[in-house]
């Protein structure tokens, strides 16, 4: 079974203060895919980044940057000088061969707002 | 690039009537879509997946009779919802993969709000 878990409900942020969203999986695939997709108040959800199970490597985005730990199953996100722009909804989500079509087990989201 | 787009973006309509949700991928192709339902600040929960040329796929407790799906094209599939009822207003949102892309990527649509009354 696929399960994706985001303890983080909600977080209240001031700009430019960094922020951290958690993001902890569960999976019994070797190969698999994780994601992070970015939910603004319009409702389109915006294609953050990929990463593959075997690439443990983090990643540096401009402000956004990914922590991948295998060892602990987590795919943290970070973004750093938030700004108010930043406020949405954040989904990590999962995509292995256990799910059929590779379809996507999303985790519940965490809805952060940064404040002016 | 992977530009997927919904339509229409909103729609009102009275309970009993069927809406037709349509799913576009501009410039690419994709021979699999996904179809999603969301409540409010609640998470995405697929409901089904569209494949070109054959019969849906839908999740456990999903009515394929309430929620027909038709895939004709690489280009578009189509969600109807049949006999919409107040239950069923929701937001809905769809997915695809480039068949010649990154397959595995899902490029999401700006979603669709539908409220029945």
């Known amino acids: 079974a696929q399960k994706v878990t985001q303890a983080q409900t909600e977080i209240s942020v001031v700009e430019k203060e960094d922020v951290t969203l958690d993001c902890v999986y569960e999976?019994?695939?070797?190969?698999?895919?994780l994601f992070w997709y970015k939910q603004p108040p319009s409702g389109e959800l915006v294609f953050l980044i990929r990463?593959?199970?075997?690439?443990?490597q983090n990643e540096i985005s401009g402000r956004y940057s990914w922590n991948f730990q295998k060892s602990t199953s987590s795919f943290n996100f970070t973004i750093t000088a938030s700004q108010v722009v930043d406020s949405a909804v954040y989904f990590c989500a999962l995509s292995s061969p256990s799910g059929s079509a590779r379809q996507l087990t999303f985790g519940s989201g965490t809805q952060l707002t940064v404040l002016p | 690039g992977a530009v997927v787009s919904q339509h229409p973006s909103r729609v009102i309509c009275k309970s009993g009537t069927s809406v037709k949700i349509e799913c576009r991928s501009l410039d690419f192709q994709a021979t699999t879509m996904f179809w999603y339902r969301q409540f409010p600040k609640k998470s995405l929960m697929l409901m089904a997946t569209s494949n070109e040329g054959s019969k849906a796929t839908y999740e456990q407790g999903v009515e394929k009779d309430k929620f027909l799906i038709n895939h004709a094209s690489l280009t578009l599939s189509t969600l109807t919802v049949t006999s919409a009822h107040p239950e069923d207003s929701s937001f809905y949102i769809c997915?695809?993969?480039?068949?010649?892309?990154?397959?595995?990527?899902?490029?999401f649509g700006p979603g669709t709000r539908l409220l029945v009354l």
């Open positions: 990463r593959n199970s075997f690439d443990e």
């Open positions: 997915s695809a993969r480039d068949v010649a892309g990154d397959v595995k990527t899902q490029y």
């Open positions: 999976t019994r695939d070797t190969t698999y895919y």
